[in-house]
């Protein structure tokens, strides 16, 4: 289950065009499963906008809900993730943003997005989980902050 939520994390994290520009590996002429689409429209039924995306790892929607976008994944047999969305630095545990500046000196915190995994599925992993952009000078890094406080580094991005 680790795994999955990796590669969730990571498939989030792409959907985002900071992290990169063409939004993860598309597979052409794959269709989004009916019932997948089904769940999608009882789950977020005032969505709109929605563009959907299929890629290796899992089936990703991206919309707008109540003025917010958001993007939810679903993984091949077609069951709900989690979603994501940006978010503010301040929305992260105040610990864990004193833990970024004592850790990572010399880098500035950029985007945050939060997942909000689906504990139904699997309640091994915590329900919410932030990943910060961080850029030093040279660098760019992923770290992912758990809902508890807990800061680890997640991905090197450049």
Not at 19 to 27: N, V
Not at 78 to 104: E, H, R, V
Not at 108 to 124: C, M, S, W
């Amino acid at each position: 289950m680790k795994k999955i939520f990796l590669t969730i994390a990571t498939a989030a994290l792409f959907s985002v065009s900071v992290f990169a520009a063409d939004g993860g590996k598309k597979i052409e002429g794959a269709t989004v499963s009916y019932s997948v689409q089904q769940a999608f429209s009882a789950d977020f039924a005032n969505a709109t906008n929605t563009v959907w995306t299929v890629t290796k790892n899992c089936q990703k929607a991206d919309f707008i809900i109540d003025g917010t976008k958001k993007t939810a994944f679903y993984n091949l047999a077609g069951d709900f993730l989690g979603t994501t969305q940006t978010t503010i630095y301040k929305a992260i545990p105040a610990k864990s943003q004193k833990m970024i500046a004592d850790n990572y000196k010399g880098y500035t915190a950029g985007e945050v997005i939060v997942y909000q995994a689906n504990e139904a599925l699997n309640n091994d992993i915590e329900s919410t989980s932030y990943f910060v952009d961080l850029k030093s000078a040279s660098h760019e890094i992923l770290v992912r902050v758990a809902n508890s406080g807990n800061v680890e580094f997640f991905k090197q991005v450049k």
